[in-house]
């Protein structure tokens, strides 16, 4: 599990690298003077946001890929997961309104990674000292809550009819074209009696998969099942809808689910690993002091408290909220999070972005296709017009009515990089639209309407 979610880290700073200026920079979208003017919540931090130069985040992203490669191999294995964590809490601080649910999911684990023995196998540090720390149960059991919750509050939170009597979730995930996949998702949306029983699949395995996980067994058949599942969820969902490293998060996550006797197995056939797999099992020990495991075994029986009332909170049969003042830490510590993918019911609105640039001697140009007429029709595939999940999820942002205020900085953006990169082809005016219908049942939509975002002017 450690080596997967380096490699995942790893491969999401990449992604984002490839968008460093425009998501982390002044010269971007989101400078740092308004970055604290919206969504910021008291605690929050930033060193990403100490400055908007690009070499300063240059700087970050570098040490964060160092000490993602350190936790890769296990060397100081606590101190890179540390390091990792606090610059991924920083990094998700700097720009708000690109993440989604999996960027809740990997600082959170990386939280409890701290406390797990994730350094006793496979590591630079084991093979340096042959000894193993002792576990703390406490820990332990925050991690399993932390997988159940995912699946137990989402299933809590999918109220609607869509995902109950009708089953047409499924249908309605696989109506936005700015989420579905080609070509699993092109394939299965033409099959609705199939979409409705995966939709039911769905739902019956998220409320089944928490059970399994917390249910104990002396053999661990029930986690083994757990993890089968979550595993086919998340590679059903990935084939299907673009939703980022999500997926594979969730699969990295059900790694450390998986009982003793098939990893007993795994090791006989790689053999030319030295260390067993089998100390899991045995849990040989070195003396805590005590003091240290009592306050740490403290800390994380806070955190799991902390953690199930947020997501209670989010349940309308729980009418208890945490006080304010504790708010402060969990935003310090950023445990903040909420399961409530595709509920209580799935998104119905749809479209895509023109960009209607008019040059100085007012001719129109389209800015997203580089030609000189502005094309409103839709294209093939909407969703290949994001260059990658961040941006989509950018633009999904953008559609709410909450988020406004993303307008004009996204379409000021967009005006200054065109003018950059065409100096002969420079426009003065930048009009931002988005085509948009609702998704109706039996394959229909609304008429589509053209939605003026911003108007934002070259200076």
């Not at 350094?119 to 193993?132: E, H, R």
């Not at 408290?305 to 009418?319: A, G, Q, R």
């Not at 948009?436 to 200076?459: A, E, G, H, R």
Request: with cysteine; hydrophobic share 45%; glycine share 4%.
């Amino acid at each position: 599990m450690r080596i997967a979610i380096g490699l995942i880290v790893i491969t999401d700073l990449i992604i984002r690298a490839s968008d460093l200026t425009a998501h982390y920079t002044n010269e971007g979208m989101w400078s740092t003077e308004v970055i604290k003017n919206f969504g910021y919540n008291t605690g929050y931090w930033s060193l990403h946001a100490l400055s908007g130069n690009y070499w300063w985040i240059v700087f970050l992203f570098a040490i964060h890929f160092i000490f993602a490669i350190f936790l890769i191999v296990g060397y100081k294995t606590k101190l890179s997961t540390l390091i990792v964590w606090l610059l991924l809490i920083s990094l998700h601080n700097r720009n708000l309104f690109i993440l989604q649910s999996g960027d809740d999911l990997l600082r959170l684990l990386l939280f409890w990674g701290l406390f797990l023995p994730w350094a006793n196998c496979y590591s630079i540090d084991c093979k340096k000292t042959y000894t193993f720390k002792k576990q703390f149960t406490v820990a332990n059991l925050g991690y399993l809550l932390l997988i159940a919750s995912v699946y137990f509050f989402t299933v809590h939170l999918k109220t609607s009819t869509e995902w109950h009597a009708e089953g047409s979730a499924i249908y309605y995930a696989l109506s936005l074209e700015q989420m579905r996949l080609s070509p699993f998702g092109d394939w299965l949306y033409k099959y609705p009696a199939l979409m409705q029983v995966l939709t039911w699949f769905v739902f019956y395995t998220e409320l089944s998969i928490p059970f399994l996980i917390l249910i104990p067994t002396k053999k661990g058949y029930l986690r083994l099942i757990a993890v089968i599942l979550i595993t086919l969820l998340h590679v059903g969902i990935g084939l299907t809808l673009y939703v980022g490293l999500f997926n594979a998060i969730s699969i990295a996550l059900a790694i450390g689910l998986l009982p003793c006797f098939i990893i007993n197995k795994w090791q006989t056939k790689l053999s030319f690993f030295k260390i067993k797999y089998t100390i899991f099992c045995r849990q040989p020990f070195l003396k805590f002091g005590k003091t240290k495991q009592i306050v740490l075994n403290y800390v994380a029986a806070i955190v799991i408290v902390l953690c199930l009332i947020l997501n209670l909170s989010s349940v309308k049969w729980f009418n208890y909220e945490l006080r304010s003042e504790l708010y402060y830490p969990i935003n310090i510590l950023r445990l903040n999070q909420y399961w409530g993918m595709f509920s209580p019911n799935v998104l119905k609105k749809d479209g895509w972005f023109v960009y209607y640039g008019i040059d100085s001697a007012g001719r129109q140009w389209d800015v997203c296709k580089n030609q000189d007429y502005v094309d409103f029709t839709k294209p093939k595939h909407i969703v290949n017009m994001y260059k990658n999940d961040r941006w989509r999820k950018l633009a999904e942002n953008m559609q709410s009515a909450n988020y406004t205020f993303l307008h004009p900085l996204y379409g000021k953006y967009i005006l200054k990089q065109w003018n950059k990169k065409h100096p002969n082809k420079k426009i003065v005016t930048l009009n931002l639209y988005f085509m948009s219908k609702q998704n109706l049942p039996n394959y229909k939509t609304t008429d589509i309407q053209k939605n003026l975002y911003s108007v934002c002017i070259d200076n």
